[in-house]
């Protein structure tokens, strides 16, 4: 069965994941956050694997194995059963997982991943990432790109990770998402592009209930 998908995508930072966990709870659908999954293989790659190649670390997240498991609060990112959720957002993955991401044969797995997720939730999911409207699920009957400042978006992650928002901490974070931007922007396989008939919301100057409130209303149209 083909899964109604709502697909967020846009740059580091740029609120999707919150954005569309808010989206799921007010609509009823599930969330699922790719980027999780990257993050995820990311993490076993950097402690378990010899090289950074596709084959090698294909292998790995297969045999571990690396994956979104579906819980009572939602999927939840494991690595041989263990809960890493806390673990992948450190800086050592968001350092390499762009590098991880690029991998082609990685991205066929984590895709495959990703659609037979979406496939158990017959009422639909809010799908966030960065190839979700352009390749993973092109047929999404909502897409958003979501963007915002880069100081702002390095502000707002610095925040939710509970540190410091002075001047030097923004600018070194906006300069390391600016350089991750980058990489998923010019990488071979599924770049970051905003997507044929994606909605452009820039959320710079809106507070996070207004962002959710027009997601909401785009998908109130579609799930009543
Ligand atoms: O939340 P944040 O913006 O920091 O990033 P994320 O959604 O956790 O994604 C982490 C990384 O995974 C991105 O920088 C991309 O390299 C990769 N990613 C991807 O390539 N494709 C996706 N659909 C989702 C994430």
Redo the contacts with the bound molecule.
């Keep these: 069965m083909t899964a109604t998908v709502i697909a967020i ?6 609120g ?2 919150t954005t569309a966990r808010a989206v799921a709870q007010r609509l009823g659908l599930a969330h699922l ?7 995820a293989a ?1 993490l076993a790659a950097l402690d378990g694997a010899a090289e950074i190649t596709g084959t090698a670390v294909l292998a790995l997240a297969k045999s571990l194995p690396v994956r979104l498991n579906l819980t009572a609060s939602g999927f939840r990112p494991e690595i041989a059963g263990v809960d890493v959720s806390a673990e ?1 957002r450190t800086d050592r993955v ?1 350092q390499r ?2 590098e ?3 991998l082609p044969e990685l ?1 066929v797995w ?1 895709n495959q991943a ?1 659609r037979s997720a979406a496939a158990m939730h017959p009422r639909g999911v809010v799908m ?5 409207g352009t390749v ?1 699920f092109p047929d999404a009957i909502i897409k958003v790109f979501l963007i915002a400042d880069g100081e702002e978006r390095a502000r707002r ?1 610095l925040l939710q990770m509970g540190r410091s928002t002075d001047a030097g901490s923004v600018r070194r974070t906006a300069d390391d ?1 600016a350089e ?2 980058r ?2 922007s010019s ?1 071979a396989v ?1 770049p ?1 592009t905003q997507a044929a008939g994606a909605v452009l919301l820039d959320t710079t100057d809106l507070a996070f209930e207004e962002q959710v409130d027009r997601v909401v209303a785009m998908g109130r149209k579609v799930f009543s």
């Design positions: 995508d846009g740059p580091a930072g740029s999707k994941s956050d790719s980027g999780a999954l990257y993050r990311t992948i968001t997982v762009s991880v991401a690029a991205r984590v990703l966030d990432g960065r190839d979700i993973v992650r998402m991750r931007d990489k998923d990488r599924a970051l």
